[in-house]
């Protein structure tokens, strides 16, 4: 540690006496030579006025002490600016140091030097004259400025304030430091005296002994020591608040232990042996598999060597909250009256006979397993047993179909018609495997999957279970929830679904899985093959008239607080709004106008009050625009299909059928072909292939020679902002192209779908069962398809298949033959267009 005091001569003499010869002083610059051999210092800076002890081991500078002993001892005393270099040149240290004398030397077994030097007076380091066997350079005394005005006193006695608050704080500072620097009358003294004390970096050292007035070394000295205050205060905080909080824990810890006392004294259960017994009777109680119990009470017997305290101890109670609360043995007993089932079926949904039965033959076939248990107990005695298959008790369905198609209230329905708990689960937008398996336990917060959690809730090993948007679950960087699902969804491993959480089977055997979708084909092959696809077309007419009359109409008029009496539709009425201001598959948006109608018949009735009598509000078909505004939809077929070079194709989306608009024109030009519409690629390639045919086709067609050469082709498909795909539109491009060039209107009334090939073959497409129905209901009577795909219309609804007429064809010039018009036919349109 630096020493300082009053009498620095005296003990200055006397250590001069003991070992080494003296050195006269001056006053003032104290007989500093022109010329020092210069001591490069790493880590530490020597200012004037103090003394410290120095250890020497480079051989230079041993070299140098040996020397300067046997001289007038003054060396020139600089601080390296690079900490880690072992011989610091000229270029390496500092410009600014101080001229400091040796008073006493020894040298250590280990080769070392040790020094105790004191600073005389800072000097500015000139040219150096010296570099080997060590440095040596011109030095110049450079004192400070001193002032003794009245700010350098307050400078000063705050400095001091400072720094005795500081030295309470460190408890290695001795408190004669602080009885020292109040007797100091010397500010330049002051300073050095609280600097050298000071944890100060290297840089802010050198600073202080650079700065030339007394004054700013007190400012800056000021900054350093509020800081350094700052900081000791804060860590003093923060000791405190941590000893505060184990003075709490101790506390607590003998608070429990003299409770644990008293109540053994009373011949009481403590509180932490009550709270294991409990979960060890919850543990024997919940009827788990011999694993599970197994892992449970391996966990109880970690946690009950515990103490409370422990954050393990928690983490354990919480995994053998889950694992005693889950529904191990816990399941509803199944309603296997089909009569009964086939009455909510029917109550909750009209139509969807395919789904409607497939429920009932699951009850079927649960019903005479129950009733013929007994053969089959004693066929398994007997040895008749199938080792590789097990037995399948649940069942794993996926309903593909449009938006408000009624797929989600399905899964109620089968729910209510069994005697099932119901629970649903929206796959949509999952990314995070973990959301289906569960976080493992060495996370902190981590909890099971969604499964685990949904089981616990309802309370039951077998309920429905809909988990809903199946095709748009998505996948990165943390999984792929698909497939997690495989395990899920298959009925040979859901007997022993593992979540990471639980990390032991848990039987989702008996669990009755739905799934919904929109769109088969997102759904991963693997998990498709997994379940039973059953698909739910699009409405017709007749049975969105027969759903509002009796589930849409009677739910909305309930909704809306009337009475049954107080408003009635007339089912024209109804059509009018089906045709006029819905356009859907399903019956959402059906809902949603019929429900509008009902909130202004509502309004009319809040504002008339209760006792102005029971009038009834009947809807017809004239007021509907009353209540819904202006119609939404029209019939354009025949308004589009008035020019040559129009054709309408029949479109498969996942939201439903649709009808398409292909446009085809031409204006001069050397033989362009643009496609505009928001088209994919194979749609693009679909147009190319259909343009080359109709040229290889231009003599049998009429076209005259060169027609195509002359001009440029713009075939556009609307609406541009929906994306597009596919090749079913095949031939309605060639359709379409061959009208412009031969100048033959195609028939009103008439949609087409199938893909072409360029010798004119027409292939059989999918969907067509929505393509059929989406033509249905735009009012097209006609429609032609592949021949391939007649078989198709079996799954169309009779109704339909009745009203429409369908023309299969083999062949391109088959479809022209049927679509264009000819002569005599387009004459006649003409003039019945004209009159």
């Known amino acids: 540690m630096p020493l300082f005091g009053r009498d620095r001569s005296s003990r200055q003499k006397r250590d001069q006496e003991t070992t080494l010869p003296a050195v006269v002083q001056t006053e003032g610059i104290l007989g500093i030579p022109s010329e020092l051999p210069i001591l490069p210092l790493r880590g530490v800076v020597v200012y004037p006025m103090m003394w410290l002890p120095l250890t020497v081991g480079q051989p230079r500078s041993i070299r140098l002490v040996d020397d300067v002993v046997v001289e007038d001892r003054m060396i020139g005393l600089v601080t390296a600016k690079n900490v880690e270099q072992e011989e610091p040149g000229p270029d390496d240290v500092y410009s600014v140091g101080t001229a400091a004398i040796v008073h006493r030397l020894l040298k250590a077994p280990d080769g070392t030097v040790r020094l105790i030097v004191q600073g005389l007076e800072r000097i500015r380091i000139g040219p150096f004259t010296q570099v080997q066997p060590y440095l040596r350079a011109y030095v110049q005394p450079a004192p400070e400025v001193l002032e003794e005005t009245v700010e350098m006193e307050a400078l000063m006695r ?15 500072l001795p408190e004669e430091l602080e009885i020292a620097a109040m007797n100091v009358d010397d500010a330049r003294q002051l300073v050095y005296l609280i600097a050298s004390s000071l944890r100060l970096d290297i840089q802010s050292a050198q600073e202080i002994l650079e700065i030339d007035r007394v004054r700013d070394k007190l400012v800056k000295l000021t900054i350093l020591l509020n800081k350094e205050l700052e900081v000791l205060e804060l860590g003093r905080k923060i000791q405190s608040e941590a000893q505060s909080e184990m003075e709490k824990m101790q506390r607590e810890y003998f608070l429990r232990e003299q409770m644990k006392a008293i109540r053994k004294e009373l011949g009481e259960e403590d509180e932490t042996a009550a709270e294991i017994k409990e979960i060890e009777e919850r543990i ?15 966990e109880l017997d970690r946690m009950r060597k515990m103490p409370p305290q422990a954050a393990e101890y928690s983490v354990i109670k919480t995994y053998l909250d889950w694992m005693t609360s889950l529904p191990w043995q816990k399941s509803t007993e199944d309603n296997l009256d089909i ?38 107990e004693a066929a398994e005695a007997e040895g008749m047993v199938d080792y590789i298959r097990r037995e399948r008790e649940g069942v794993i369905l996926c309903f593909i179909g449009p938006p408000g198609t009624g797929k989600t209230s399905l899964g109620r329905s089968i729910a209510r018609a069994m005697g099932r708990k119901f629970i649903r689960m929206s796959l949509g937008g999952i990314r995070d495997e973990a959301e289906i398996r569960g976080f493992r336990r060495t996370y902190i917060g981590s909890m099971p999957g969604r499964i685990i959690q949904m089981l616990r809730r309802v309370e039951s090993k077998n309920p429905v279970f809909m988990l809903d948007e199946i095709d748009k679950l998505g996948h990165d960087y943390r999984g792929d929830p698909s497939s997690a699902l495989l395990e899920v969804l298959d009925p040979e491993q859901n007997v022993e679904f593992r979540d990471h959480y639980l990390d032991v089977p848990f039987d989702l055997s008996q669990v009755f899985f739905i799934t919904t979708g929109n769109w088969i084909d997102p759904i991963p092959g693997p998990l498709r093959d997994r379940m039973e696809i059953i698909e739910l077309s699009s409405y017709t007419e007749e049975e969105k008239v027969k759903i509002a009359e009796g589930y849409l109409i009677p739910r909305q008029i309930r909704e809306n607080g009337l009475r049954p009496e107080e408003i009635r539709f007339e089912e024209a009425a109804v059509r009018r709004v089906i ?13 949603r106008e019929l429900g509008s109608i009902c909130r202004k018949v509502a309004t009319k009735v809040a504002e008339k009050g209760e006792g102005a009598g029971g009038e009834t509000t009947v809807i017809t078909a004239e007021s509907v625009p009353d209540y819904l505004g202006k119609r939404k939809y029209y019939d354009e077929t025949a308004e589009r299909l008035d020019i040559p070079g129009v054709a309408i194709a029949l479109a498969w ?24 519409g928001q088209l994919g690629d194979i749609m693009k390639e679909s147009a190319q292939a259909a343009l080359s045919y109709v040229r290889s086709k231009a003599a049998e067609l009429g076209i005259p020679e060169g027609a195509f050469e002359k001009h ?15 090749p079913s539109a095949g031939v309605t491009m060639a359709t379409a192209l061959a009208s412009l060039f031969t100048g033959r209107k195609v028939r009103p009334n008439l949609g087409m779908t199938g ?4 010798r004119g073959k027409v292939l059989p497409i999918g969907g067509v069962k929505e393509k059929v129905l989406a033509a249905y209901r735009a009012g097209l009577d006609t429609a032609i398809l592949p021949a391939r795909n007649e078989k198709d219309l079996d799954e169309v609804p009779e109704e339909v298949r009745n009203k429409m007429r369908f023309i299969f064809v083999e062949r391109m010039d088959e479809v022209l033959a049927a679509a264009l018009l000819d002569a005599t036919e387009h004459a006649a349109q003409d003039k019945q267009s004209v009159e």
Do not use: C, W
Request: aromatic share 4%; no cysteine.
């Open 158 to 172: 705050n400095a001091v304030d400072i720094f005795r608050r500081l030295i309470s704080l460190v408890p290695h």
């Open 284 to 298: 024997a109680a919940a009827g788990m598999p011999e694993e599970a119990e197994k892992e449970a009470k391996r």
């Open 339 to 376: 009569a009964h089932a086939r009455q909510v079926l029917e109550e909750d949904h009209y139509g969807l006979e395919d789904i409607k039965e497939r429920i009932l033959e699951f009850l079927a076939v649960r019903n005479l397993r129950l009733e013929r248990k007994e053969e089959r």
């Open 579 to 591: 045709r006029e201001y819905t356009r859907e598959a399903g019956v959402r948006n059906l809902e």
């Open 653 to 676: 989306t996942p939201t439903g059928g649709d009808i398409l608009f292909i446009e085809a024109t031409r204006m001069a030009g050397n033989k362009g072909f643009i496609i505009t």
């Open 712 to 726: 440029d082709i713009h075939l556009h498909i609307p609406a541009g902002a929906t994306p597009k795909d596919g």
């Open 755 to 758: 893909e072409i090939t360029l």
